[in-house]
């Protein structure tokens, strides 16, 4: 059974031999591993797909990520500025200065803008390289952030949180359209170069940030539109959501996409309380656990976890977020060699 197969038969609750296991992403943490920052991965001359393809294989992860650099020229064709630097693409001046503002803005120009950048443009690059060494064996997973969060991204978390609690409703649900065209405008194009697993961050819905109520009005709409709009191109859809998520498992699940990544959550009560309608992707704390505790403690860990959810299926072990810089790679091994002995 390869990688792919193993992982497809996971996300259709089918027996397989055992657990797969994956990273939510890493490519930060490969770059900073290699002494080179996102920009500096993209400049390579294969735009850092080998040296990708070579680092998730020592891992272990039987999903590879691509694509994760692709959408921040928006910012950068609006109006901000982004620096793309050792640990994260930091955005250094926000496009909106507030909600009305986007009002200035033609989405299908930022998208056609967004697609000559040359970042862009690498990073499809880096994605169809990939493709090409790996083969039909292995998934490659991608993508950016959610159209929510990538709304929150353009005026600035703090701001958009403001504006939530006492801006105009509309307003918000326009500037999150837009950003769902600009989501689905290069998930699309991810999808044309070899993506078979769309991954959609949606930090900035943490339930510790914002009420289920909120996240069933402004999140899951836009998530849901930029699925179905992707599935005739790639139905397999995982959403990630930092935090407590424990109230949105059933909303989740209800809305048929693949996987849900989790954080801080009771993986075998989130399994129940889905009815078996989506795989669970984590749940290993990457601070917590696997920057902080022995690769030992690591191995056992994960080991209990598979055995928790092995009645259940549709499960893939994994970190509870993307990778901390200081994570050790034997601590990732650990994780691997569970899944494998599970």
Partial sequence: MTNKERVLKTLRFEQTDRAPFAVLNGQMWIAARHGLTMASLLDLPDAGARLLVDAYREIGTEIMTSGCSAAWPMMEVMGGKV?????????????????????????????????????????????????KIVGDETMIGGGFFGPFTMAAQMLGVEDFMVELMTGEEEDVKRLVDFAAEIVIAYLEDLTDNGLDLVTVPEPAASGDLIRPSDFEKFVLPADVKVMERIAPKCPNYLIHICGKTDKLVPVVAATGMSVFSVDSINMVRAQLDSAGRCAFFGNLSPAGILASKPADEVYALSKALCASMKPYGGFILAPGCDLAPNIPLENLQAMARAARES
């Avoid at 443009?121 to 990939?130: A, D, P, S």
């Fill in 83 to 131: 620096e793309m630097n050792a640990l994260a693409a930091e955005i250094l001046v926000r496009p909106l200065g507030s909600l009305e503002d986007i009002a200035k803005f033609d989405v299908e120009k930022v998208i056609a803008d967004m697609r000559a950048d040359r970042w862009y443009q690498r990073t499809i690059l880096q994605l169809r390289e990939m493709r």
